[in-house]
Structures are given as structure tokens and as C-alpha cells.
């Protein structure tokens, strides 16, 4: 009876092992392009915190950044420049404030202005809310270059900016932005994204 039983269990063993190493194991289908960038457009709920580098004629500043966007508000962080301690940077449609640490509060023009002097360039907010999504801002221009394999893009040239994917934080659906640059002229802004919520 013992001898029996371990030829037994060695041929069981050799049937499961051959079973896991015939199964093929295969990767997520990502979402077609189409598909994927009406979703990302659409969302309009999402926090991400990392980095920002830029670097202009004249200018250049490194800070810790953290985006939270609800709704039709977006909310911009930056801890660093722009005066001792940072800035937050409210947009809601056409309406911007500016706050910073040192208790300026600004609205409207003159937070535009403001903003615009200390940076050294005119930000574009309305847009980088989809570019840091990977998509392009609806109802405007673009061309897009994509990676076909992942179904996302590669590159984005929107509003005269040219946006770069060079990683991306893996995911559900393609995956969401790492690191991207922009470049528009001389000036580039550089973002790494730590984390995204959700």
C-alpha cells in the first residue's frame, strides 16, 4: 500500500506543476484610447502630491506640490517659492485667488498678474488639470502622439505647450502619470508625481 501511494503523490505533483507551468498568464487588456480619455476627462475628483521643477528665462524654483481637484475647482499647493513658505493657488472657471504664506490674498486680474510675475511665465491651470491625467483639455487643439501598446499617450502638444510622458504610476485602466515634462519655448516645467488619490 505505502509503495503505491508515492508513486501516487510524486504523479500528482508533476500534474500540478506542469498545470502552473502551462498556464499562460496574461497581462490586463488596457482600455482603447477613445474610451480611456473621454473617462479621464470626465473625472473630476482626484488629489495627487509630488513635485514640480521649473525653469524660465530669468527664473527657476523647485516645491513640493499638491493638487486636489473637486469638481470644477482646482486647489495648487506649492510649498517653497513664491514667497517665504509657498502659495496656494485656487482656480474656479475664470476666477483665480492667490494666497501665500506671508498673507497676501489676491483675486481675480491681479492674482493673474501676481502669479504670473513670480513664476515668470502664464501658467496654464485650466489645462494642466487634464495634463497631469494624461489626456488633453477638451473642446481645444491637440495632437497626440500614442503609445498603442498601453493605449495612452506618449506626448501632447496642446496650446503651444509640448507635453512628454516619460513614466507612469501602473494601474486599472493604463495607469495614471509618473513624470512628465512640459516645454513651451525656453520654459519647462517638470512634475513627478508621488501619489494618486484615488
Known amino acids: 500500500m505505502n509503495s503505491l501511494r508515492i508513486p501516487l503523490a510524486t504523479a500528482a505533483v508533476a500534474m500540478l506543476a506542469a498545470a502552473c507551468v502551462g498556464t499562460p498568464r496574461h497581462a490586463a487588456v488596457p482600455l482603447p484610447w477613445p474610451e480611456r480619455r473621454a473617462m479621464l476627462q470626465a473625472d473630476d475628483d482626484f488629489t495627487l502630491s ?7 528665462p530669468g527664473t527657476g524654483f523647485n516645491a ?10 482646482s486647489l495648487v499647493s506649492l510649498d517653497g517659492p513664491l514667497g517665504v513658505g509657498g502659495a496656494e493657488v485656487e482656480l474656479r472657471g475664470d476666477q483665480l485667488d492667490l494666497r ?3 498673507g497676501e490674498h489676491l483675486a ?3 492674482a493673474r498678474v501676481a502669479l504670473e510675475q513670480r513664476v515668470g511665465f502664464p501658467l496654464p491651470l485650466e489645462a494642466l488639470r487634464y495634463w497631469v491625467r494624461g489626456v488633453p483639455q ?4 491637440a495632437d497626440e502622439t500614442l503609445d498603442v501598446d498601453h493605449q495612452r499617450l506618449a506626448q501632447l502638444v496642446q496650446e503651444g505647450w509640448s507635453i512628454a510622458y516619460e513614466s507612469w504610476a501602473e494601474g486599472s485602466g493604463g495607469g495614471l502619470p509618473r513624470r512628465l515634462t512640459a516645454t513651451r519655448g525656453d520654459t519647462r516645467v517638470r512634475l513627478v508625481i ?3 488619490t484615488p
Not at 513640493?64 to 475647482?73: A, C, I, P, V, Y
Not at 477638451?138 to 487643439?141: C, R
Open 50 to 56: 509630488g513635485r514640480v521643477a521649473l525653469s524660465a
Open 64 to 73: 513640493s506640490l499638491r493638487w486636489r481637484q473637486q469638481g470644477g475647482t
Open 100 to 102: 501665500t504664506s506671508r
Open 108 to 110: 481675480g486680474e491681479a
Open 138 to 141: 477638451p473642446g481645444a487643439p
Open 194 to 196: 508621488d501619489r494618486w
